[in-house]
Every structure is written in structure tokens, then in C-alpha cells.
């Protein structure tokens, strides 16, 4: 082998790795920028000065954790057969990566619910996991049934 073979040969070499590990970190920049949003949802009271505590509420908070700004545009849940469950009161939003929002609906919606999520303006949804929405369903009929407790559930 001639010098100027090991040196065409090395070059290929050299191209090859760089060009590999330019389309890695492009595919990890590529997958760090695609929107995500956290769902929390957890039972809680409104408390407001010396007035005692307002009644029992579901609240959401939804967390832009991606690397793009979504905007959200229905908070709810779904019922058996499919049927949407939306928080009625709730206005669409834009998130920016980093932003967050709470939310709060009467926390009824929990019984005739069989998940709760988040939908964006493309129509992706955005669950919560339903090992998690199970056990705040099951704290929030012991609460409802007058059982005492903390309800408290995420997704990450």
C-alpha cells in the first residue's frame, strides 16, 4: 500500500465517523425540540384570604416541557363509548417551552371519566397515565363517599 492509499483510506475513514456523528447529534437536537406536554392532575382547595377553604376541585396543571411552543386548546377527559369530557370554561393558550397552566373543574368529572388528557391545536393528546388517573378516580369516590384523605397524581 502506497502513502497516498493510507491517506485516501484514512479520509474515508475520518468522513465516515464525522458524518455518523453529525447524524446523531442532529436526530437527539431533532428529538429534544419535538413538543411535549406533562399532565398533573391532583384533587385540591382554593384557598383565598380569611375565607376557609373553597370546596373540593380537580385541578390540571399542564407543563410545556418540550423544545417548540403548542398551543393547548381542550382540557377534559373521555367517557365510555369515546365521548369527550372538556372542561367548558377553559380558553386556548399558547405554550411556550417552560410554560405551565392550572385548571380546575368540578371534580364529578372523575366518575363518568375513563381518562384525562390534554389535546393541542394538531389534535395529539396528551394522557394521563392510567395506573395514576385510576388511583385519583378510586381517592376521589373515597372522598366523595366521606372517607378521609390526600389524592395526588401525575404523568411524566
Not at 365521548?83 to 386556548?92: D, T
Request: hydrophobic share 45%; glycine share 12%.
Amino acid at each position: 500500500m502506497t502513502t497516498l492509499e493510507i491517506a485516501v483510506a484514512l479520509a474515508a475513514v475520518w468522513g465516515a465517523v464525522t458524518g455518523t456523528v453529525a447524524v446523531v447529534l442532529e436526530l437527539v437536537r431533532h428529538a429534544r425540540g419535538r413538543p411535549h406536554l406533562g399532565l398533573t392532575c391532583y384533587l385540591g382547595r382554593e384557598l383565598g384570604g380569611p375565607d376557609p377553604p373553597g370546596p373540593l376541585m380537580l385541578v390540571y396543571r399542564v407543563a410545556n416541557d418540550g423544545g417548540q411552543a403548542v398551543t393547548v386548546t381542550h382540557l377534559g377527559g373521555a367517557g365510555k363509548d369515546t365521548i369527550g369530557l372538556m372542561i367548558p370554561a377553559f380558553e386556548p393558550r399558547r405554550m411556550e417551552p417552560g410554560d405551565y397552566l392550572l385548571s380546575m373543574a368540578e371534580p364529578n368529572l372523575l366518575e363518568a371519566a375513563e381518562s384525562l388528557h390534554v389535546i393541542d391545536s394538531l389534535g395529539r393528546k396528551w394522557r394521563l397515565n392510567r395506573r395514576v388517573f385510576a388511583r385519583l378516580k378510586k381517592d376521589w369516590l373515597a372522598k366523595a363517599a366521606g372517607a378521609d384523605g390526600h389524592a395526588s397524581a401525575s404523568m411524566r
